[in-house]
Every structure is written in C-alpha cells, then in structure tokens.
C-alpha cells in the first residue's frame, strides 16, 4: 500500500482504532477492507493475490505486476507456488522443533495480537 501510494488506515484488531471495521471470521490473517461500492457496506477480503489484483484495477501507477507478458506469467506463477507450497515448509518449521513449539504453542504470541495493551 505504502509503494503504491495508495491510501489507508492499519489498525491492529480489538484496538482503540478497531471501531468500524466489519467482522471477518478470520482472525490471525490481515484484511483488507475496501468500501462498498454504490451504497453497498464495506467488503473484508484475506487473500493476498485477489487483493493485488482487485487493487490493480482500482489504482493506477506504480504496478506491482510487471509489464511484459512473460514476467507478468512468471510472476503469477511464483505467487501461486509461494501460496499453495511454501505455506508447507512454513507450517513445518513452526510445528517441528521443540524451541519453536514452545514459541507458537499456547496463547503467547497469539493473546498478543487480540489484546494490545492488555
């Protein structure tokens, strides 16, 4: 958002700031909130490669896709691989070591992020 000079509001869940933000039934992941068009309430979306390309439409300058149509297949497909595949290794890691079990397990990490200040 910030490379693209595209403007917007970051507000961490269950802040002081978390006050018009509509209910989303995923609570981990970030969300992207974009007003409702022709009236319509405000629409909450999680997916990373939706947003991008939602985001491409409604604004112009600076792309995060590339140009030439042989990048921008490249670039599509890299995105899809790290979506589907990478999330594996990333689960593995976090579930496979003791020291990192230890780190994720529990409420640690996690009570942090739905209850800053608390």
Known sequence: MRYRR???RFVIRNSK???DIPDVPVALIPV???PGEGGAAP???IDSTLLLRKLETLHQGRSLVPLDPGLAFVDALLEDYADEWVTKAMFH???VYPADIARSGGYG???RTRRPGR
């Open 17 to 19: 700031s978390d006050h």
């Open 43 to 45: 629409t909450a979306s």
């Open 32 to 34: 992207l909130v974009l």
């Open 109 to 111: 990490w996690w009570a």
């Open 6 to 8: 595209i403007p917007h």
């Open 93 to 95: 890691y976090r579930w």
